[in-house]
């Protein structure tokens, strides 16, 4: 009896310590389209990304594969519902020479990748693999162009090659090398980090460089079409984007981009698995932020753009941490935890709920590189945490964003808080409502209440990812550790949602009429 009076008494200390987080969705006022490009995946010429993870040439006898890219990435692919896929880089894309990547494989110029570990590129995935690739998983690609070591010519060239119908030199030399049908390529990156890799310009530069490239990167029927985004800045460098919007014509412009990593710092990274809690705070910290580089590039451009026409295009963001110990430094290769779930979880609640700007971004990077959501070894695939994440988070695509309020609890460490739960929310177009939480606090599960004012759903269910340690992640030999499950411990009574978030999990409910 006593035992039992005990027990009964933990459990009460227990639940009066988990904070209340107080959500309120305003269902009734969704208006903003989620745009699905926020989604976005990043493939660069990179360590294994390209040659030895996604593209593994034909013929190959071990790996199963389609025109040389691996059948299991392309389902994989094609299951993450990839909406747009960037290419040659990053930092890469300012080296690359286009037409050495097309025509007889066996003819192209070999090539030397100096920004990633100096080894030898042999050009055989090129512009056709590519965008042949995007057809296959059904993704949009956005092609970034060669503005720091290029020409105009070489760019509008390109242009050319993939977009022109018929009779100009470009298209007919597109033709004969097997494509009969331009792929309409709308995305182009005006270079890539232009204040670094990219050149290591002035702003005031390279707005006048983008104007020139610009001006020739054009459709045919003179209304250019073409969705041209300017190589933004980086974290809170708000002058960048301050003059690109002052000096660029704004007709010329479809976007601007903006990059943020998280990283405990540029000289000592840590390590992706076996971190302590203090890498773990700063990472979360440092993930926060983007709040913050969203919220202050937004206000630069909404001067220059009340309307919001040009949108931010957070093309490269995640976690970078040190390499897999015996990997090249230069390859970028890292595992993927349940901190990485953490990240994504959190970016992208701050992507939906700025949806009204923030209307393209891209993971750094899909496949073997950085913050991935695919592994490969030889053979063997696994699909990370962070996979999962941006799976679960795919109900958001295209759906209506709902306004919320949120009151969080905090994430305490050594005398710093962050908030600890982060959420949004959309209507998709049968009417079921998808909410994404994710927490991110290291030690204590937080209950939540979900206020709906009002509107009545009569099926909830939902799906979790979580896992017993912070630093769990899949590996060769258990590729399904970490997973996602269904979730039923939800509570739906008068119009409000209640329910209990694990320490470091990320849940996707979905609410039904
Ligand atoms: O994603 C890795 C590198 O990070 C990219 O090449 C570059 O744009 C950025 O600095």
């Known amino acids: 009896m006593k035992k039992i009076i005990l027990l009964i008494c933990m459990g009460a200390i227990f639940s009066s310590t988990l904070a209340q987080t107080k959500i309120t969705l305003n269902t009734d006022l969704a208006k903003t389209t989620i745009n699905k490009h926020i989604y976005g995946h990043f493939a660069e010429h990179l360590g294994k990304c390209i040659y030895g993870g996604i593209y593994v040439g034909e013929g190959n006898p071990k790996i199963p594969n389609t025109a040389g890219v691996r059948n299991d990435i392309i389902q994989a692919l094609r299951d993450l519902k990839v909406p747009n896929l960037r290419w040659p880089g990053g930092c890469f894309a300012d080296t690359y020479q286009w037409k050495d990547g097309i025509g007889p494989k066996a003819n192209r110029p070999k090539m030397v990748n100096v920004w990633w570990g100096g080894v030898t590129e042999d050009n055989s995935f090129g512009t056709h693999d590519f965008l042949d690739l995007c057809e296959r998983i059904g993704a949009e690609p956005y092609l970034a162009g060669n503005v720091g070591s290029g020409s105009v010519k070489d760019l509008t060239d390109w242009v050319t090659y ?15 090398n097997g494509r009969e049908k331009p792929w309409s390529v709308k995305m182009w990156g005006v270079g890539n980090e232009a204040w670094g890799c990219g050149g290591n310009m002035t702003a005031e530069y390279y707005a006048n460089i983008y104007r020139q490239y610009a001006t020739f990167m054009t459709d045919w029927d003179n209304t250019s079409k073409l969705y041209r985004i300017a190589s933004g800045a980086s974290d809170g460098d708000y002058v960048w984007t301050e003059t690109l919007m002052k000096n660029i014509p704004h007709k010329m412009l479809a976007g601007v981009a903006l990059h943020h990593y998280s990283v405990l710092s540029w000289t000592e990274k840590g390590p992706s698995v076996g971190f302590s809690e203090a890498h773990y705070f700063k990472t979360m910290s440092e993930a ?5 580089f969203v ?46 779930a953490m990240i994504a979880g959190m970016t992208l609640n701050i992507f939906n709920n700025h949806a009204d700007r923030v209307r393209g971004a891209n993971l750094a990077q899909i ?9 490969t070894n030889e053979e063997k695939m696994l699909l990370t945490p962070t996979y999962h994440v941006m799976k679960m988070y795919n109900v958001h695509q295209e759906a209506k964003l709902v306004p919320l309020n949120i009151e969080s609890p905090t994430y305490e460490f050594q005398g710093k808080s962050l908030p600890a739960v982060s959420v949004s929310a959309s209507k998709d177009a049968s009417g079921a409502l998808n909410i994404s939480l994710t927490n991110i606090d290291y030690r204590k599960p937080h209950q939540v ?3 709906l004012r009002g509107e009545e759903f009569s099926k909830i269910s939902g799906r979790i990812l979580a896992s017993a340690t912070i630093s769990d992640h899949n590996t060769f030999d258990q590729p ?24 470091y999990s990320v849940l996707v409910l979905k609410l039904a009429k």
């Open 480 to 503: 399904n550790k970490v997973n996602v499950k269904d979730f039923a411990d939800t509570k739906l009574e008068k119009g409000v949602v209640t329910l209990t978030l694990p320490a």
């Open 162 to 176: 993939v977009n022109h119908p018929g009779g100009s030199p470009m298209s007919e030399l597109r033709k004969q």
């Open 367 to 375: 496949v073997n590189v950085l913050q991935s959501v695919i592994l």
């Open 449 to 451: 209440s979900i206020n």
């Open 288 to 292: 926060y932020l983007m709040e913050e």
């Open 295 to 340: 919220k202050g590039h937004s206000t630069i451009m909404d001067k220059y753009d009340p309307e919001k026409r040009i949108a931010l295009i957070v093309d490269e963001w995640g976690g970078w941490y040190n390499v897999e110990p015996g990997t090249n430094p230069g390859f970028l290769y890292q595992q993927n935890t349940m901190r990485d």
